[in-house]
């Protein structure tokens, strides 16, 4: 039976993108869940064998978003089962708080393209990453930190779960929409959008080999033999 990955969105355009095409060249059958869309919409626990939870605007810590409480005890349940979690900036986040670490607004947003400083290039790649957000989180209790910036860290492994503060599953089509959403929310200026949207090359990849290499690193302290 093939592997079941579960991907969590957050929105229409918070996309599993490089992370499902992976999924499927895998072999893995993959599903998206819109967590957004509160409990009902959550997957079934034991429906799925890895869980893959993705980003979002809001903050991990807005106790006003109704929806975030449910899919906390969604991980928790993931996490007490051994289910593989790989959290994606938001989800990073979420990832953290569950495993004990913490959550807090950073002094200033990271915003843009970077290379992050991993100790562990060949479990997290050092990039370059796109990175947009304005929490950061803490290792959680007995993780390894395996990658970071001056401004954050980015990056822990705990056994079979992983968390990143970047965003390996982007595309030109995933940041085109973001970039339009800020700019009308005021949020975004013209450079920044530019700076943001220059990370793909002339066919619109963005961070296809290394994307590969951290989700396979990550299906294989997972005990998942499908990846190649």
């Known amino acids: 039976m093939p592997t079941r990955v579960a991907f969590l969105q957050h929105s229409a355009y918070d996309l599993p993108g ?3 095409e992976r999924a499927r060249q895998s072999g893995f059958t993959t599903r998206s869940y819109r967590a957004d869309h509160g409990p009902s919409a959550l997957p079934r626990p034991g429906s799925f064998d890895l869980l893959v939870v993705l980003g979002s605007v809001a903050s991990v810590n807005d106790a006003s978003v109704q929806w975030i409480e449910a899919e906390r005890r ?3 349940e993931a996490v007490a089962s051994d289910v593989p979690v790989l959290g994606v900036c938001f989800g990073g986040q979420l990832l953290a708080q569950v495993l004990g670490g913490v959550v807090r607004r950073m002094a200033r947003p990271e915003v843009g393209w970077r290379l992050i400083d991993s100790a562990d290039p060949e479990r997290i790649p ?4 796109l990175v947009w957000h304005e929490d950061g989180f803490t290792a959680p209790p007995g993780t390894e930190s395996v990658a970071e910036t001056p401004a954050s860290l980015h990056a822990f492994i705990l056994g079979i779960h992983t968390g990143v503060q970047f965003h390996p599953e982007v595309s030109r089509e995933i940041v085109d929409h973001w970039v339009d959403h800020a700019r009308t929310g005021g949020q975004l200026d013209p450079d ?3 700076e943001l949207l220059a990370g793909f090359d002339e066919d619109d990849c963005g961070p296809v080999e290394q994307t590969r290499r951290l989700f396979d690193g990550f299906v294989e302290r997972a005990g998942n033999a499908g990846g190649r």
Do not use: N, V
């Open 74 to 76: 969604l991980l928790t």
């Open 126 to 129: 050092p990039g370059p990453w």
């Open 192 to 194: 920044r959008a530019g």
């Open 18 to 20: 490089l992370l499902g």
